[in-house]
């Protein structure tokens, strides 16, 4: 009688495992990405069914853009108006075309009645952007390791094991704080989580003016930016000795900051070249990241 009695214990058994598998791939959504040589995420998208397009997750952005060039392999695009005065890093005054309503879809995600506006530029080999917006109320996983990011309802359970850092919420940007080490000098210093910018930090002008930043690093060069809508900027190239990121410490980071007015840059920015050495979490209310080194933690700094 045990023997027979087996049998459906063991068929309960596999049911009860199935309907948790189930129930777990309800509660995740898994996008895979490339990460490119300029340390942009690159997600391929399907824009009203019919157009394909290779989007920059940007994760210090709350819209929906297409480039000009991106625009011009579409077919199912439909431009209602253009939008002027519009704000970027180079300038105040720039015009942008916008659609009103169009569907978006990603892996096995869709969004409807998404508007979408043109610029001229995004992450190189991408013909445009998508924000942090659209994962509104979802917990974000990057990982930087398999290429994928992963959406949860909840918290998943690998958070544990992760440095979980607060993080501060200016008009929906992302900031986390850090220190950057120069000789015995700690400057305490908030961040821009910001995917879209290639390198590893961009320091705001009143952070570098007020430590006189530019008298104590390394000055390695320039170089020249250009943001969505083709304004110029000028960096001035330099080498942080330290930043510290929580316990973990990177050394003889990449730093850049703008020459010319006071203020045109109000804020410090962490980029790709940074981020991509951490398997990343999000939680759901943007109140705390959580961060694991992972094995681009010790590649050499891009030269982009």
């Known amino acids: 009688m045990a023997k027979y009695f087996l049998f459906p214990l063991l068929f309960i058994a596999q049911w009860v495992h199935a309907q948790q598998d189930r129930t777990e791939s309800r509660l995740t959504d898994t996008i895979p990405f490339r990460l490119t040589d300029y340390n942009n995420v690159a997600v391929q998208a399907i824009l009203n069914g019919q157009d394909t397009v290779s989007l920059m997750f940007h994760t210090a952005a709350n819209f929906l853009t297409l480039t000009e060039e991106g625009v011009k392999k579409t077919k199912s695009i439909q431009f209602a108006g253009t939008t002027d005065s519009i704000k970027s890093w180079g300038g105040q005054g720039n015009s942008a075309r916008f659609s009103k309503s ?7 995600l869709q969004w409807k009645n998404t508007a979408l506006w043109e610029n001229k530029y995004s992450g190189q080999y991408t013909d445009g952007k998508f ?4 994962f509104e109320k979802k917990w974000i996983e990057i990982d930087f390791d398999k290429k994928i990011i992963v959406l949860y309802q909840k918290q998943p359970d690998k958070a544990n094991s992760y440095e979980k850092l607060a993080l501060r919420v200016r008009n929906e940007d992302l900031f986390v704080e850090t220190d950057c080490v120069i000789g015995e000098h700690h400057f305490r210093h908030p961040f821009l989580i910001h995917s879209g910018y290639s390198g590893a930090l961009l320091l705001d002008d009143q952070f570098a003016n007020e430590n006189k930043l530019g008298g104590q690093l390394k000055i390695t060069g320039e170089k020249q930016l250009k943001d969505s809508y083709g304004n110029i900027l000028k960096v001035k190239k330099a080498i942080l000795p330290q930043l510290q ?7 003889n980071v990449p730093a850049g900051f703008f020459e010319g007015a006071m203020g045109a840059q109000k804020m410090s920015i962490m980029g790709g070249d940074v981020l991509k050495r951490f398997n990343i979490i999000i939680d759901a209310e943007r109140a705390y990241v959580y961060l694991k080194p992972n094995s681009l933690n010790g590649t050499a700094y891009s030269n982009n």
């Open 102 to 108: 169009n569907t978006l879809q990603i892996g096995g």
């Open 131 to 134: 924000g942090i917006d659209l």
């Open 245 to 251: 990121l929580g316990k973990q410490t990177l050394s």
